[in-house]
């Protein structure tokens, strides 16, 4: 698969993600997530077009994302990352 193809196939989906799908991700990769924090962290992404394959904007989004939830939570969501963007 053509990698610029890719790349927006995965942007595209964390641009639309919604609180659910957070949950179920969370649920899938062991990492802990309450509703609440699901819909802080619809609200940080949704609609935003961050992309994580660019390393400050990953970054920065990593850092909001621990300011809603826990580090831990950013610890496994990094390495989820780093699965796409290597």
């Known amino acids: 698969m053509d990698v610029i193809l890719f790349q927006k196939i995965v942007l595209q989906r ?8 957070v949950l179920k ?6 990492i ?4 609440k924090q699901a819909l802080e962290v619809e609200k940080l992404v949704k609609g935003k077009n961050i992309n994580i394959f ?3 904007e990953r970054n920065k989004l990593l850092k909001q994302v621990e ?8 610890q496994l969501l990094n390495q989820l990352f780093a699965q796409y963007v290597s």
């Not at 964390?14 to 799908?21: G, I, Y």
């Not at 991700?25 to 062991?30: D, L, M, P, R, S």
């Open 25 to 30: 991700y969370a649920k899938q990769y062991g």
């Open 54 to 56: 660019n390393e400050e």
């Open 14 to 21: 964390l641009n639309q993600v919604t609180a659910d799908e």
């Open 67 to 74: 300011a809603v939830t826990s580090k831990e939570a950013v």
């Open 32 to 35: 802990q997530v309450t509703r």
